[in-house]
């Protein structure tokens, strides 16, 4: 007999980060000013990311690119290898990403890839608590998610290797 179920996501959308609290419109804002960071000569599409730790250290990556293109890193897994390198066990509370095109802008929130949700589910995991997910482009809608699962809700950890 076939079980037809359904998988509920929940997630906030606002139209702009003037509405967002002050946390959050702070981390975002921090967000886009990295962006000129991102080394993206190939694809010229820079991302920025910034993560908040629960000790308020906060933690920037940008995109990283190569001539071999495949060696090159999203910014979301520069900021969060960063952050477990350098402060180990120390919990990732937020997450602001946004990026921009050859224009300079981008008037729609971006979403991090899927290698990126996976690694980011593994800290929070670890950690047992949401993430939150701050996702805008350089103006416009402002998208927030709390919890990596919201973004990944079928997803592989350690639990299917014991
Ligand atoms: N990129 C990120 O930094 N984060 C993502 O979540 C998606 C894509 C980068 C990788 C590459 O440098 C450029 O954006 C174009 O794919």
């Keep these: 007999m076939t079980n037809k179920k359904k998988i509920h996501i929940d997630y906030s959308e606002f139209s702009s980060i003037e509405e967002l609290n002050p946390e959050d419109k702070n981390l975002l804002n921090i967000a886009r000013k990295n962006l000129s960071n991102a080394y993206a000569p190939y694809s010229e599409f820079k991302v920025s990311a910034a993560l908040r730790l629960e000790n308020e250290e906060i933690i920037l990556g940008t995109n990283q ?87 990944l809700p079928f997803s592989f950890n350690s639990s299917s290797l014991k």
């Design 65 to 151: 690119e190569n001539a071999a293109y495949p060696s090159g890193l999203c910014a979301e897994r520069v900021a969060v290898f960063y952050a477990s390198a350098n402060f180990p066990k120390v919990a990732f509370t937020a997450l602001a990403i946004t990026a921009q095109n050859i224009s300079d802008t981008l008037k729609n929130p971006v979403f991090p890839c899927g290698s990126c949700r996976q690694v980011i589910l593994e800290y929070e995991i670890l950690q047992q608590k949401p993430i939150r997910f701050i996702l805008s482009g350089t103006d416009g809608p402002v998208i927030i998610i709390d919890g990596v699962k919201n973004l």
